[in-house]
């Protein structure tokens, strides 16, 4: 039997630009937020499009070349597992998010695929 895992690929169209941290021990994290869109004709036989925004978190080399090749706009293949963490914001509120950890860049435009 496969192992099941936590994986996610998506393809869609980048929301801004990558905010690029560097951290202490010099490894540098990025983040950016993608939208995927699905359309499908509804019970009256009209097109409806539906929008889904995915926040992205790329790590190391994936964050360097975020940094250097994405811009806003820009389409984007990616792979990588789901996150979910918690904090809490200024005003004392717990606050729930989840991300999607990239394992694998490619941009359908290039030539190049990234890991």
């Given at each position: 039997?496969y192992?099941?895992?936590?994986?996610?690929?998506?393809?869609?169209?980048l929301?801004?630009?990558p905010?690029?941290?560097s951290m202490e021990?010099?490894?540098?994290?990025?983040?950016?937020?993608?939208?995927?869109?699905?359309?499908?004709r509804?019970a009256k036989?009209?097109k409806v499009?539906e929008?889904?925004w995915?926040?992205?978190?790329?790590?190391?080399?994936?964050?360097?070349?975020?940094?250097?090749?994405l811009?806003k706009g820009?389409?984007?293949?990616v792979?990588?597992k789901?996150?979910n963490?918690?904090?809490?914001?200024?005003?004392g509120?717990?606050?729930?998010i989840?991300?999607?950890?990239?394992?694998e860049?490619?941009m359908p435009?290039?030539?190049?695929?990234?890991q």
């Amino acid at each position: 039997m496969y192992a099941l895992k936590n994986k996610v690929q998506l393809i869609g169209n980048l929301g801004n630009n990558p905010e690029i941290k560097s951290m202490e021990s010099g490894k540098k994290m990025a983040t950016f937020s993608m939208a995927t869109s699905e359309s499908y004709r509804n019970a009256k036989g009209e097109k409806v499009t539906e929008t889904q925004w995915h926040r992205l978190v790329a790590w190391g080399k994936l964050a360097e070349i975020a940094e250097q090749y994405l811009d806003k706009g820009k389409e984007v293949i990616v792979e990588g597992k789901l996150i979910n963490r918690s904090y809490t914001d200024k005003d004392g509120v717990k606050r729930y998010i989840t991300e999607v950890q990239l394992t694998e860049l490619l941009m359908p435009g290039g030539k190049q695929g990234f890991q």
